[in-house]
């Protein structure tokens, strides 16, 4: 660089003061990334899906299923041309849970989770519409699955979220892969029918791992993927709730 020229040493001063700027900016945007993950109880992730399909949606429904937006299921699919209005009733069916040949849960720990998630559509359900427990004119069937789902590391979690000097190191893990460490996680398959006819109506498939709260610290092992399913009834409320005002 010629130091006696004003136009060559301005240009560098610029330039650098520019990569500065830039690195400010993403340090901004990551640290604003952390934040608002590290305020979540549940944060959502790209679903995974076995080489053939989806566990419970059936496959020409699970081949043309498509990513969601930010407050939509990693990915859904809704038929065209449904007369949404016209479901005033809604049926929910009792959960399954598929594992594969080598399933990683306990048949205590299936029963379990089948039973909470179906107890939080139920719940969720009812605050809004009524619910029946027989096919009518008018009713949507509500049928959900858990595909996968790994418990919590509960210790591990606690120190990494309450212990100052280990959360630091959990946020670093974070902003290097997206996740917490120690977090469990949870991925469901959600189908609405025709009561009658048993024609799909929508669907979606949806994973969520552990967000960063310290409130959810110390909870139990399989509170990460509890939290999942909270989340999953009240996107599929409201998800109901806008397809029959026409959203």
């Not at 720990?109 to 909470?116: G, K, T, V």
Request: hydrophobic letters at 40%; one cysteine or more.
């Amino acid at each position: 660089m010629n130091e006696n020229n004003p136009n060559e040493v301005g240009t560098n001063v610029y330039t650098r003061t520019n990569h500065a700027r830039q690195s400010l900016a993403r340090a901004a945007l990551l640290a604003l990334a952390v934040a608002l993950a590290g305020c979540s109880a549940t944060q959502k992730e790209k679903p995974k899906l076995e080489a053939d399909g989806c566990a419970m949606i059936p496959p020409n429904i699970c081949e043309q299923l498509t990513p969601g937006t930010k407050n939509q299921a990693g990915l859904r699919y809704v038929t065209p041309d449904v007369p949404w209005s016209q479901y005033t009733k809604v049926m929910i069916s009792p959960v399954t849970v598929w594992g594969g040949e080598q399933p990683k849960l306990s048949g205590a720990d299936r029963q379990a989770l089948a039973s909470y998630l179906h107890n939080a559509l139920v719940k969720a359900f009812e605050a809004k519409f009524p619910t029946v427990d027989k096919p009518g004119p008018g009713v949507i069937r509500i049928q959900a699955a858990i595909s996968d789902a790994e418990a919590a590391t509960p210790v591990l979690r606690s120190v990494s979220m309450a212990i100052p000097q280990a959360h630091v190191l959990s946020t670093l893990k974070y902003a290097a892969t997206g996740t917490y460490p120690f977090v469990g996680s949870a991925q469901g398959e959600v189908m609405a029918t025709d009561a009658v006819t048993g024609k799909v109506l929508a669907a979606g498939v949806d994973r969520r791992v552990g967000g960063g709260s310290v409130a959810t610290a110390a909870q139990w092992e399989w509170g990460d993927a509890e939290n999942a399913m909270d989340k999953w009834a009240e996107m599929t409320v409201t998800r109901f709730e806008n397809l029959r005002v026409g959203k």
